[in-house]
C-alpha cells in the first residue's frame, strides 16, 4: 500500500526554524516527485515546491523561494521541508504529495495521486 | 505569475448537477487536476488530465478544459459530496491552485 507519513504537530516561537519529514513507502520513491502543500488556517491551498528523490533538487514557487528548503534522502525515502525565520503567519497544516512525472506532448501531465495526513505548524510566543 | 479563479461558493439540490468552474488564461492548453477536501482531511485527487478519474472516484465526477476554463461536474450530487474543491494547473515548472470552491449540497 502506498503511503506518505509525515512527523508530528509542532508548536515554535517566532525566528525559530523547523524541519517536517514525510516518509513514502510501498512504491519506489525515486520514480515520484513529492510536492509540499501549505494550508493556513481557513484558506485554500498553496503550492510550495517539488523535490526530485533521484537527486535531492529542489524546485519553489516563487511566492516562498528563499524562506523553505525542500530536499530528500532516497536512502530512507523520506523528504523534507525546512522553515526558517518562522512567524506567526507560517501557522499552517503543512502536506506532502507524491507527484506522479508525466509531459504528454510537451505539456506538463503531472498530477499528486497520494497525500500525507498533514502536519500541523503552529508559531506563537 | 499564473492565477487560477474559482467560485468561492457553489449549491447544489441532492440528486441535481454541480458545476464547478476554473479560469486561467489559455488554461486549455495546460492539464487540469481537480482535488476534493473535506474537513479534517487531506485533499484527495477526483480528475486528472482534464478528464480522467482515478481509481475508486465515483463515475458521477467529470471533467473539461477548453479554451480559457476547465469545469468538474459532479452528476447527481449527493451529501457526501459536499467539500471543498480546487483545480490545479502547471506553468513554468511549478504547481497552482485555484482559491478552492465550497459546494453545498442542500
Known amino acids: 500500500e502506498v503511503q506518505l507519513v509525515q512527523s508530528g504537530a509542532e508548536v515554535k516561537k517566532p525566528g525559530e526554524s523547523l524541519t517536517i519529514s514525510c516518509k513514502g513507502s510501498?512504491?519506489?520513491?525515486?520514480?515520484?516527485?513529492i510536492i509540499w502543500v501549505r494550508q493556513m488556517p481557513g484558506k485554500g491551498l498553496e503550492w510550495m515546491g517539488k523535490?526530485?528523490?533521484?537527486?535531492?533538487?529542489?524546485t519553489y514557487s516563487p511566492s516562498f523561494e528563499g524562506h523553505v528548503t525542500i530536499s530528500a534522502d532516497k536512502s530512507i525515502t523520506t523528504a523534507y521541508l525546512q522553515l526558517s525565520s518562522l512567524k506567526a503567519s507560517d501557522t499552517a497544516v503543512y502536506y506532502c504529495?507524491?507527484?506522479?512525472?508525466?509531459?504528454?506532448?510537451?505539456?506538463?501531465?503531472?498530477?499528486?495521486?497520494?497525500w500525507g495526513q498533514g502536519t500541523l505548524v503552529t508559531v506563537s510566543s | 505569475s499564473y492565477d487560477l479563479t474559482q467560485p468561492p461558493s457553489v449549491s447544489v439540490s441532492p440528486g441535481q448537477t454541480a458545476i464547478i468552474t476554473c479560469s486561467g488564461d489559455?488554461?486549455?492548453?495546460?492539464?487540469v487536476c481537480w482535488f476534493q477536501q473535506k474537513p479534517g482531511q487531506s485533499p484527495e485527487l477526483v480528475i486528472y488530465?482534464?478528464?480522467k478519474r482515478p481509481s475508486g472516484i465515483p463515475e458521477r465526477f467529470s471533467g473539461s478544459n477548453s479554451g480559457n476554463t476547465a469545469i468538474l461536474t459532479i452528476s447527481e450530487t449527493q451529501a457526501m459530496d459536499e467539500a471543498d474543491y480546487y483545480c490545479?494547473?502547471?506553468?513554468?515548472?511549478?504547481?497552482?491552485f485555484g482559491g478552492g470552491t465550497k459546494l453545498t449540497v442542500l
Open positions: 504529495a507524491r507527484s506522479t512525472v508525466i509531459t504528454l506532448g510537451n505539456v506538463d501531465a503531472h498530477h499528486f495521486d497520494r
Open positions: 510501498g512504491y519506489s520513491f525515486t520514480n515520484y516527485w
Open positions: 523535490v526530485d528523490p533521484t537527486n535531492s533538487y529542489g
Open positions: 489559455r488554461l486549455g492548453d495546460k492539464y
Open positions: 488530465e482534464d478528464r
Open positions: 490545479q494547473a502547471w506553468d513554468s515548472n511549478t504547481g497552482v
